[in-house]
């Protein structure tokens, strides 16, 4: 969740600090595939009304000027034209430094190549609304749009804390985020089998507003499975689905 956020304390307890270069994240826990997600909020003055999301992550391997990288594409449907959202990240398959991202909403375009140092407008990119756009970094940072699979490439454990520099494209400034380990706990799963999770969980504040995350991690598979996320009374939860879903996009 992007937003202003607290200045970071690191407390006594050991933290790890996750940003490119630390050697922290394990790309070789990453698996290509592809991800579906169902989405859904409810808003406490709307008891009786549940809105509903589904969204597709699809990561593969490439090469990118002759370096390995992680390709990841992302669709995001919702009830009408207007919700719908889709993206496309490039990332290092070294360790996951951001290459290039682009997102598009509501037919607007905005293109980015980022690198360790900064990012700037994709100039290439035609109708790019974001022409002109440029940052620089003071350290380099992950891209906050692919929390899930940062996540997945984290070394959970009990009692861990992580502060993960993330950057939200375009947004506010890069941030750290601090992501605790609060214990586990077993999820169920179709065909009843229990799946036996970390539990890694953020606070903050965003726009006034103090919300929490909590993500269940698999420990073997390193899978994320669900988050559920308290927000100004809203409540939204994700889950991820099982395999034998059908790819919408081959229906067009």
Not at 7 to 12: D, H, R, T, W, Y
Not at 140 to 157: G, I, K, Q, S, Y
């Amino acid at each position: 969740m992007a937003g202003a956020l607290a200045p970071l304390v690191l407390e006594a307890q050991a933290t790890d600090t996750v940003a490119p270069g630390s050697r922290i994240l394990n790309t070789r826990l990453l698996k290509p595939g592809l991800r579906q997600y169902l989405v859904y909020y409810q808003h406490p003055q709307l008891p009786r009304t549940l809105r509903c999301w589904y969204w597709m992550r699809d990561i593969k391997t490439a090469t990118r000027n002759g370096e390995p990288v992680f390709t990841i594409s992302q669709h995001w449907y919702g009830g009408d034209t207007s919700s719908y959202r889709a993206y496309f990240s490039v990332n290092s398959a070294k360790d996951f430094t951001p290459v290039y991202h682009r997102e598009t909403a509501k037919g607007s375009v905005a293109a980015y190549n980022w690198g360790t140092t900064g990012i700037n407008a994709a100039d290439t990119v035609a109708d790019n609304s974001k022409q002109g756009f440029t940052l620089q970094f003071d350290r380099p940072n992950f891209n906050w749009n692919l929390d899930v699979e940062t996540f997945e490439m984290l070394p959970l454990a009990a009692g861990k804390t992580f502060a993960i520099n993330f950057y939200d494209a375009g947004l506010d400034l890069p941030q750290f985020v601090i992501y605790k380990v609060t214990g586990s706990e077993p999820l169920t799963t179709l065909d009843n089998k229990s799946v036996d999770c970390w539990k890694l969980v953020t606070t903050g504040n965003n726009k006034g507003v103090d919300y929490t995350q909590t993500f269940w991690i698999s420990k073997k598979e390193h899978e994320f499975l669900k988050e559920e996320d308290v927000y100004g009374g809203m409540y939204r939860c994700k889950v991820k689905l099982p395999a034998f879903m059908p790819d919408v996009l081959t229906h067009f």
